[in-house]
């Protein structure tokens, strides 16, 4: 072939693909799309579902505003996901242990509503017990918090004064919880999740719930008001009867639940050799190399039994790689690990009878997985780009000195103690104190802790929350008080204050790390709009405003 036949066939070439790609027409807005990002669409049926969704779980009315955030929302995943760099996602290992472990989960889950809560009865006089439960209103406000982590975080600066309000305006991107301090007015029993509910119908007015977990996350729960019905009717009951009927079933799964598991799975057949778990444990929590050589010296040791099998430490340690590290790192001592392993062994029974079931193949576990991965990414994801965030130390420090009062240091304090066998011995002791006895003396004599008896009875200065359920009788002591007898766990003790260091700020550099979270928390609205603005510089946007303002909700 000549050169010059080459060159007409590669015009030729060229043109035959500007044809294809001109063919490859770009989605377009239409009544079935909402939104059209770049080269991807947003089918209405999609978006109508998420809509109804977030209406479920935040029990918001349809507003306008509503119907743009969950779009929004929407249009940010498909420039997160096809429009910036996700590799760093994807190939994180413990994003791959998550991913795995929430299949596993929603597999699980299944087969859970199959063969438990499908298979539950209601009783007539179930469902009248329970209709004068619902006619009882309950008026809440709520922080949300989609991690554990978060949640915490949340409630620790509630214990150290921050303000409920003040918290919502962080916590809420819609703009109603946000400005309304998490109000989300009354609700009766059956409006909300099970766990929210059975914790909210346990408090009373005023009171404020730790971290609840809930089908969307973390809840922390404050109780406003409580009202009953005082007039109930059958007719009333009869239009109720379904969804009494849905809420007594879910009232009733954990313990069916319970039920079917053993039928699979029985964990006192899990023989698990706790002694050779402490090594283990050491480098679950200091993977230092002085651990290391201790945990590989014994590898080859048996760790557990199980149905006839025997699983050395090695086996144990490769079944921990494949955990999340979010249950790995709250193991701090062997009853823990062995809980966990022994939960291993559990899922693994429990998966197998899923799968020889064909759950793992049917439609609805492929969706709930797609919406699992879905959500894992853009945790993942959130993660990432705070982390990526620089925050000077001078915005820090500023934020620090705004928030003194949730970064204590708190109160220290040293007392002497004498710790006896009995109330009467105690009641003795102290009689002769108030005569003037030495505390140091009678203590060297008599002190059943013989650490602190070898110091005259004196501790030293440590936090306050050492003490329990003694620490507020310690405190309000004056400096100088004699306290007691008090019960002591199985002794009876008589204490002299010491010193008393009341609770103070925490310098700015041992809390810098913290306050930088706390920082990247509150402000996260702003910093990942940031992120996703930049990206979008780069993407045509169109949104169908009509279809979004019109369509009409059953």
């Known amino acids: 072939?000549?050169?010059?036949?080459?060159?007409?066939?590669?015009?030729?070439?060229?043109?035959?693909?500007?044809?294809?790609?001109?063919?490859?027409?770009?989605?377009?807005?239409?009544?079935?799309?909402?939104?059209?990002?770049?080269?991807?669409?947003?089918?209405?049926?999609?978006?109508?579902?998420r809509y109804k969704d977030y209406l479920e779980s935040t029990q918001i009315k349809d507003n306008l505003r509503s119907r743009r955030l969950v779009l929004e929302n929407m249009v940010r995943e498909i420039l997160l996901k096809h429009y910036d760099d996700n590799t760093h996602i994807t190939n994180n290992p413990e994003f791959q242990k998550e991913l795995h472990w929430a299949n596993n989960e929603m597999i699980l889950a299944y087969m859970k509503d199959q063969d438990v809560y499908s298979q539950i009865t209601?009783?007539?006089?179930?469902?009248?017990?329970?209709?004068?439960?619902?006619?009882?209103?309950?008026?809440?406000?709520?922080?949300?918090?989609?991690?554990?982590?978060?949640?915490?975080?949340?409630?620790?600066?509630?214990?150290?004064?921050?303000?409920?309000?003040?918290?919502?305006?962080?916590?809420?991107?819609?703009?109603?919880?946000?400005?309304?301090?998490?109000?989300?007015?009354?609700?009766?029993?059956?409006?909300?999740?099970?766990?929210?509910?059975?914790?909210?119908?346990?408090?009373?007015?005023?009171?404020?719930?730790?971290?609840?977990?809930?089908?969307?996350?973390?809840?922390?729960?404050?109780?406003?008001?409580?009202?009953?019905?005082?007039?109930?009717?059958?007719?009333?009951?009869?239009?109720?009867?379904?969804?009494?009927?849905?809420?007594?079933?879910?009232?009733?799964?954990?313990?069916?639940?319970?039920?079917?598991?053993?039928?699979?799975?029985?964990?006192?057949?899990?023989?698990?050799?706790?002694?050779?778990l402490e090594p283990l444990v050491k480098f679950l929590r200091t993977p230092d190399k002085a651990a290391a050589e201790t945990v590989v010296g014994r590898m080859s040791e048996r760790c557990v039994s199980y149905q006839g099998k025997t699983y050395s430490c090695l086996n144990i340690f490769k079944m921990l790689q494949d955990v999340p590290e979010r249950f790995v790192l709250k193991i701090e001592n062997v009853p823990q690990l062995q809980q966990l392993i022994v939960g291993l062994f559990g899922q693994q029974a429990l998966l197998k009878a899923a799968k020889e079931k064909g759950y793992e193949s049917a439609e609805p576990v492929q969706e709930a997985i797609a919406n699992s991965r879905n959500n894992l990414y853009l945790k993942?994801?959130?993660?990432?780009?705070?982390?990526?965030?620089?925050?000077?130390?001078?915005?820090?420090?500023?934020?620090?000195?705004?928030?003194?009062?949730?970064?204590?240091?708190?109160?220290?304090?040293?007392?002497?103690?004498?710790?006896?066998?009995?109330?009467?011995?105690?009641?003795?002791?102290?009689?002769?104190?108030?005569?003037?006895?030495?505390?140091?003396?009678?203590?060297?004599?008599?002190?059943?802790?013989?650490?602190?008896?070898?110091?005259?009875?004196?501790?030293?200065?440590?936090?306050?929350?050492?003490?329990?359920?003694?620490?507020?009788?310690?405190?309000?002591?004056?400096?100088?008080?004699?306290?007691?007898?008090?019960?002591?766990?199985?002794?009876?003790?008589?204490?002299?204050?010491?010193e008393k260091i009341p609770a103070r700020p925490a310098p700015f550099k041992q809390v810098k790390k913290e306050l930088r979270q706390d920082y990247l928390t509150e402000h996260q609205t702003e910093f990942i709009g940031n992120y996703i603005n930049r990206l979008r510089r780069d993407v045509t946007v169109e949104l169908n405003h009509k279809k979004i303002k019109e369509f009409v909700l059953p």
């Not at 044809?19 to 080269?39: F, H, N, R, T, Y």
């Not at 918290?167 to 099970?194: H, Q, R």
């Not at 000195?401 to 970064?407: G, K, R, T």
């Not at 507020?472 to 004056?478: D, R, T, V």
């Open 380 to 498: 993942f994801k959130r993660k990432e780009i705070l982390k990526q965030t620089s925050v000077p130390d001078s915005m820090l420090y500023h934020y620090y000195q705004n928030h003194l009062n949730e970064f204590q240091v708190e109160p220290r304090i040293n007392v002497r103690e004498i710790l006896l066998e009995n109330y009467t011995q105690a009641l003795k002791i102290k009689s002769q104190l108030l005569q003037g006895a030495s505390f140091a003396t009678l203590a060297e004599k008599h002190s059943l802790r013989r650490w602190s008896a070898e110091r005259g009875g004196e501790i030293g200065l440590s936090d306050l929350s050492r003490f329990g359920n003694l620490k507020e009788k310690l405190w309000q002591a004056e400096v100088g008080a004699l306290v007691g007898p008090l019960q002591a766990g199985s002794y009876w003790g008589v204490f002299q204050i010491v």
């Open 122 to 276: 209601v009783s007539d006089a179930e469902l009248r017990q329970a209709f004068v439960r619902l006619n009882e209103k309950i008026a809440a406000r709520h922080l949300y918090a989609a991690t554990a982590e978060e949640a915490d975080r949340l409630y620790q600066r509630l214990q150290h004064g921050a303000d409920f309000n003040t918290l919502a305006k962080e916590t809420f991107t819609d703009s109603v919880l946000k400005n309304n301090g998490g109000y989300i007015g009354y609700f009766s029993w059956g409006d909300m999740d099970p766990e929210f509910e059975a914790t909210a119908y346990a408090m009373k007015p005023g009171q404020i719930s730790k971290p609840v977990k809930t089908a969307q996350g973390y809840s922390i729960i404050k109780v406003e008001d409580r009202k009953a019905n005082p007039v109930l009717t059958e007719t009333a009951f009869m239009n109720k009867k379904n969804q009494l009927t849905r809420l007594i079933k879910i009232s009733k799964k954990a313990a069916a639940e319970q039920t079917f598991i053993r039928s699979i799975f029985k964990a006192e057949k899990v023989k698990v050799y706790a002694s050779t």
């Open 1 to 49: 072939m000549t050169i010059k036949n080459k060159k007409y066939i590669n015009v030729l070439l060229f043109f035959v693909l500007l044809a294809l790609i001109s063919c490859q027409e770009s989605p377009k807005i239409s009544d079935s799309i909402v939104a059209v990002v770049g080269d991807y669409s947003i089918p209405f049926n999609t978006y109508k579902q």
